[in-house]
């Protein structure tokens, strides 16, 4: 019997909860990749102690590509086991409510189960050597608050672990948010060229609250790449040093809304980052820098 390899990585806290990682499945949804490939296969590695998030990626996803198949990853078989009953649970649900229907009244309930027929997702053991089907490699793989735990030192091997399994002109997004997903940053990495932008994504309505005082609270929630290089002298410590002086600046734009005032700070960050993107993406509380400008020197 052939031997199974050992899976990559250690197992994280696994922490997670619906609609916390909305705001990076809305920019995966966006990326040119997921719309031209022509196998649409995306990987949830290390969605964590429930299917809950790599469901809803699909769903996301499945919006702008019907066709998409999620393929949830995980270190611990346990939560392999978790995940795989509760995904069986949602169908096995739609079913029962899809028999119990039978007139026409019940037509919004039948499209509900079809959908949930139709959820191209499963889930796996394994951890950065991406396991999937032979001969099939993912799009795009979403690795969010895995890396967390891990040393700085360790990024640029587990990164190119997984861009090694990317489809060409595939995309790696890998980030950290917070545990309501109202606050988070993200690298996006091609196999092409490494990393390539970073996003930071807000919830705009909470800033100026106690939650979200300031755009720089996102310090908190920098990839593990960054997050002990928040410091005088690197780059990104003076990138949100700009930001926070920037959202300062615009605060008379408030009486319009935190929108506003969140546009007229990403245009004033223009003058000395390279922002990419512009207000279609600001609007949902995204900022997008090249990540050549904020790299750890």
């Known amino acids: 019997m052939a031997r199974i390899p050992r899976p990559i990585g250690r197992i994280t806290r696994g922490t ?12 995966i949804a966006a990326l040119p990749v997921l719309r031209r490939a022509d196998d649409p296969l995306v990987v949830d590695l290390g969605y964590g102690a429930s299917a809950t998030t790599s469901i ?10 019907p066709d998409v198949e999620v393929v949830g990853i995980e270190i611990d078989p346990e939560r392999v086991r978790l995940a795989t009953e509760q995904l069986a649970a949602r169908r096995e649900s739609a079913a029962a409510r899809r028999a119990a229907s039978a007139s026409a009244s019940a037509s919004a309930s039948n499209r509900r189960g079809s959908a949930a027929d139709r959820m191209a997702v499963s889930f796996r053991l394994g951890g950065f050597e991406i396991p999937v089907d032979p001969g099939r490699r993912p799009a795009v793989v979403r690795a969010m608050n895995v890396l967390r735990q891990y040393g700085e030192a360790e990024v640029a091997s587990a990164w190119t672990q997984v861009l090694d399994r990317l489809q060409p002109g595939g995309a790696l997004v890998e980030g950290t948010c917070s545990e309501n997903g109202r606050l988070g940053s993200w690298v996006t990495l091609s196999p092409e060229r490494g990393p390539e932008t970073l996003t930071f994504g807000l919830h705009l309505a909470s800033l100026g609250s106690p939650e979200l005082e300031a755009p720089g609270v996102v310090a908190e929630r920098l990839p593990k790449a960054l997050i002990h290089r928040n410091v005088p002298g690197e780059p990104v410590h003076a990138f949100l040093h700009d930001l926070d002086r920037a959202w300062a600046a615009a605060a008379p734009l408030s009486v319009y809304g935190p929108a506003q005032r969140w546009i007229a700070a990403a245009e004033a960050m223009r003058e000395g980052w390279p922002i ?7 609007r949902l509380g995204e900022l997008t820098v090249d990540w050549s400008a904020l790299a750890p020197r």
């Open 16 to 27: 997670t909860g619906a609609n916390r990682l909305r705001r990076v499945d809305r920019w």
């Open 56 to 65: 809803e990626l699909w769903q996301r996803l499945a919006a702008v590509r």
């Open 276 to 282: 990419v993107g512009g207000r279609s993406r600001w």
